[in-house]
């Protein structure tokens, strides 16, 4: 909940504002980046070689579980 003093216009007007910034300085990015660079350093520690279509698929997967993790802590269930 925000402070309406500190915030005059609504809800949906925050949220809008929050949301453009959050895309201007482009955290969608960043957090894809941290997950590519997790991603690339393990696979790198497990010696494997996978197909093009496999380093996807798994790369996916793996930031779909991640980012549900994430969704739950924020519905706040973990």
Do not use: H
């Not at 010696?47 to 980012?67: D, G, H, Q, Y």
């Amino acid at each position: 909940m925000f402070n309406s003093y500190q915030f005059s216009g609504s809800y949906d007007d925050l949220l809008k504002l929050m949301t453009r910034r959050a895309q201007q300085n482009k955290v969608d990015d960043q957090i894809f980046e941290i997950l590519k660079q997790f991603f690339d350093m393990e696979l790198g520690k497990e010696n494997m070689v996978l197909s093009r279509p496999e380093r996807i698929r798994l790369f996916r997967e793996i930031t779909k579980a991640i980012m549900t993790a994430v969704l739950g802590k924020i519905g706040g269930t973990k």
